[in-house]
C-alpha cells in the first residue's frame, strides 16, 4: 500500500536514448511533483501539477516533459539524453500546493546515462 | 541561488546525547519550515515542521527551534539514537510557492 511509487527505481541508459519513469499516488492528493537531486545533493523542484495542470515548471530543459494523464499519475519523459541528467528524481504528492502540507515523497528513480 | 542551506554535510554523535542540526535560508518570505528525514535507497519523509508565527515545536524526541531575526532554524534530538542515522534535509516554502530545500546533513549516531 505504497502511497508514492515510482518505476523503475534503477535505469541505466546510453547518451541519446529517450526514457520515462512513471509515477503514481494513492493518497487522493491534487498536487503532484517532479524533484531532482543533484550531484550536489539538493533537492530541487522540477514540474508541479495540481489536478493534472501544469503549475510550476522550473528551468528545466524541453527535453524533460511532465505528463498528467490523470489526477493520481504524473510521469516524466526524458527525450535524448545526456551525460548530465543522471540524477535521483523524485516523485512526491500533497493535498495542495504547498500551503503549509506536506509532501509525501516517492522513493526516488536512480538513473544513470552512459 | 540557494535560498536554504545547511552548511554542515554530516554531523556524529553518540547514542544518548544531543544531536543539533542547523539551518540558514535567506529569504524573509518563507513562512513555513520542515524538517524531513531520508534513508539511504528511500524518498524522504516527513519528520517536524514549525510555522513562523511560532519559534519552537515539539514531538517526542524532536524539537524544531526558529529564530527568524536570524533566519535560522535548528533540529535537535535527544536522546539522539542509532536509529536516528540518516540524512536531513531542512526545507522552507512561502504561501502560495515552491518549497526550497537544503542540501541535506548526514547524521551518523554511534552506540
Known amino acids: 500500500d505504497t502511497a508514492v511509487s515510482q518505476t523503475p527505481k534503477y535505469l541505466v541508459t546510453q547518451m541519446g536514448n529517450d526514457k520515462s519513469i512513471k509515477c503514481e499516488q494513492n493518497?487522493?492528493?491534487?498536487?503532484m511533483y517532479w524533484y531532482k537531486q543533484d550531484s550536489k545533493k539538493f533537492l530541487k523542484i522540477m514540474f508541479s501539477?495540481?489536478?493534472?495542470?501544469?503549475?510550476i515548471n522550473e528551468t528545466v530543459p524541453n527535453r524533460f516533459s511532465p505528463k498528467s494523464p490523470d489526477k493520481a499519475h504524473l510521469n516524466l519523459h526524458i527525450n535524448s539524453l545526456e551525460l548530465g541528467d543522471s540524477a535521483v528524481y523524485f516523485c512526491?504528492?500533497?493535498?495542495?500546493?504547498?500551503?503549509?502540507?506536506?509532501?509525501?515523497f516517492g522513493e526516488g528513480s536512480w538513473l544513470t546515462v552512459v | 541561488d540557494q535560498q536554504v542551506k545547511q552548511n554542515s554535510p554530516s554531523l556524529s554523535v553518540q547514542e544518548g546525547r544531543i544531536s543539533i542540526l542547523n539551518c540558514d535560508y535567506t529569504?524573509?518570505?518563507?513562512?513555513?519550515f520542515l524538517w524531513y528525514k531520508k534513508y539511504p535507497a528511500e524518498g524522504p519523509t516527513f519528520l517536524i515542521s514549525?510555522?513562523?508565527?511560532?519559534d519552537k515545536n515539539e514531538d517526542g524526541r524532536f524539537t524544531v527551534f526558529l529564530n527568524k531575526s536570524a533566519k535560522h532554524l535548528s533540529l535537535h534530538i535527544v536522546p539522539s539514537q542509532p536509529g536516528d542515522s540518516a540524512v536531513y534535509f531542512c526545507?522552507?516554502?512561502?504561501?502560495?510557492?515552491?518549497?526550497?530545500f537544503g542540501a541535506g546533513t548526514r547524521l551518523t549516531v554511534k552506540p
Open positions: 512526491a504528492s500533497s493535498q495542495v500546493l504547498y500551503s503549509g502540507n506536506t509532501i509525501y
Open positions: 493518497l487522493g492528493h491534487d498536487t
Open positions: 501539477y495540481n489536478n493534472k495542470e501544469l503549475i
Open positions: 529569504n524573509s518570505m518563507f513562512d513555513y
Open positions: 514549525i510555522s513562523s508565527i511560532k
Open positions: 526545507a522552507a516554502s512561502a504561501k502560495g510557492n515552491d518549497m526550497r
